[in-house]
């Protein structure tokens, strides 16, 4: 059974920074490209981030840029992502996926969703 476990996600002040981990355990991990999405009070889930099944390749959405980061460790079998510079419009649950097809921003192209991690950022 493919688990995907979120961790890291708290209350924070603007400005300041998180860094929010993903296990993922009944998969080759290694294999699959990785995904970070966020889903904010009463809007759709969007895209944050994504990286390669190897790390060499990462791609982020266009207003994230700069201030998120996406790495991940094979050998831990974890997902992570480092934001900064927190801002109250990045509040919302962020969820980690794994995608078979390998580095994907689209959700429907994720094979596999953990439950989500909350984010609060207040102003």
């Known amino acids: 059974q493919v688990q995907l476990v979120e961790s890291g996600g708290g209350l924070v002040q603007a400005g300041g920074s998180l860094r929010l981990s993903c296990a993922a355990s009944?998969?080759?991990?290694?294999?699959?490209?990785m995904g970070w999405f966020r889903q904010a009070p009463g809007k759709e889930r969007e895209f944050v981030a994504a990286?390669?099944?190897?790390?060499?390749?990462?791609y982020y959405a266009d207003s994230l840029k700069g201030r998120f980061t996406i790495s991940r460790d094979n050998a831990k079998n974890t997902v992570y992502l480092q934001m900064n510079s927190l801002k109250p419009e990045d509040t919302g649950v962020y969820y980690c996926?794994?995608?078979?097809?390998?580095?994907?921003?689209?959700?429907?192209?994720?094979?596999?969703w953990g439950q989500g991690t909350q984010v609060t950022v207040s102003s």
């Open positions: 009944g998969l080759t991990f290694s294999t699959y490209g």
């Open positions: 996926a794994a995608a078979l097809t390998g580095l994907a921003k689209k959700d429907y192209e994720y094979d596999y």
């Open positions: 990286i390669s099944w190897s790390g060499g390749n990462t």
